[in-house]
Every structure is written in C-alpha cells, then in structure tokens.
C-alpha cells in the first residue's frame, strides 16, 4: 500500500490484535487521523498505563498494586470455598453472573504436557499452598471442559486431602467451549449444578 508510513505503523499494531484482521485496522487507524491532539494523547497515555497493570500475587488476578481487588473485597469476607478458573476473562464471567461470593484462584492456563506445560508452569504449587494455608474446604473447579482441562481438574484433585470437597462445574457447558463465551444465566446454572468429582 501507498501510505504514510505512521499509518502503515499503526495498522501493523492494531492488526495483530487476535480476531482483528487488515481491514478492520486499516479503519481503526484511518479514524485516529480524526481525532484531535488532546484524545489522541489521553488514548496513548491510557495505553501507557496498562504498564502498571500486573497480577495479583495471591490468585492472579489483575492488580495495579501488591493486592488486587478481589482479594481486597474478600479479606473481610470469610468463606470456605475457593474457585479455580484458568484464566483471567473466566474469571471476570463468572465475577459478572454474580452467582458466585467466595474466593476466586486464577491459575495460568492448563496442563499441557505435549506442549511442556506442567504444573509448575500453570502455578498449582500456588494454589495448592493458598487451599493449606487458608483451610479453604470446598475447592470448585470451573476449568473448562476440553482434554486438558479434564487432566488439570484431576492432577488438582488428586493434590489435595480428602478431607477438602472438589467439586466441578459443567452443567450446560458446551464441552471443548469457554466459559468467557457463556452467558451468565448459564455460567449460574453451571455454578448451581456442580457435582463432586
Ligand atoms: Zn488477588
């Protein structure tokens, strides 16, 4: 293409954005050209700031400092039950049905030893050591039904003592799908219907 190298830049950034092909970048950054000089500078410093975005060192979740909100929320709430999920956008559909009031743990994906991630690599040595110390005694697992998550909802469970029940959602989930695309009258059915496992 003929234009401005600044505009072939930014179609360049926008276009390796996951699900945003050439010519929804190529209309993203045409329409910054219209923009002013103040918006451009809020939307370049908003991006900036993303920088001080981290993850909680306690479950994983978005943090800007040490704690991050939910973990701050739920210190004054005590509660015996913990749900693990294996990402960050799971967590935030179940946070969103609303279903749900215990602590949430976020682990970094799922077991997937053909592609050499273990349980080191997804953090169940965190999780396992959050259950122990905080005597959570109900552990449930909304990891979403594929063959790994299958094998990480068993490799947790066979981690813990019996004495903690593990109990897993799935009741209308589509199996291989992803909570973040469910809608949360079903994420809340799933919750509601858990069994043990
Ligand atoms: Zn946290």
């Not at 077991?111 to 965190?126: A, R, S």
């Not at 110390?133 to 909802?153: F, H, K, M, P, Q």
Request: with cysteine; aromatic share 6%; net charge negative.
């Amino acid at each position: 293409m003929k234009i401005p190298e600044q505009l072939e830049e930014v179609i360049k950034h926008f276009s390796s954005f996951q699900g945003i092909g050439e010519k929804t970048a190529t209309r993203f950054a045409l329409s910054l050209l219209n923009w002013d000089k103040t918006r451009i500078s809020h939307f370049s410093e908003a991006i900036e700031n993303l920088l001080t975005v981290g993850k909680c060192p306690k479950c994983g979740f978005l943090a800007v400092e040490n704690e991050c909100r939910l973990c701050e929320q739920s210190n004054h709430r005590h509660t015996h039950q913990i749900c693990v999920v294996e990402s960050i956008t799971d967590c935030m559909a179940i946070q969103k049905s609303l279903t749900y009031s215990g602590h949430y743990h976020i682990l970094n994906g799922v077991l997937n030893p053909l592609m050499g991630v273990g349980p080191e690599e997804i953090g169940v040595e965190g999780l396992l050591s959050r259950i122990q110390e905080r005597n959570y005694t109900e552990v449930i697992l909304a990891i979403n039904s594929t063959v790994e998550g299958d094998a990480t909802c068993s490799y947790i469970r066979d981690q813990l003592p019996e004495k903690v029940r593990v109990e897993r959602i799935g009741f209308g989930l589509p199996m291989g799908g992803s909570l973040e695309y469910v809608d949360a009258l079903t994420i809340t059915k799933a919750l509601e219907n858990r069994k043990q496992f």
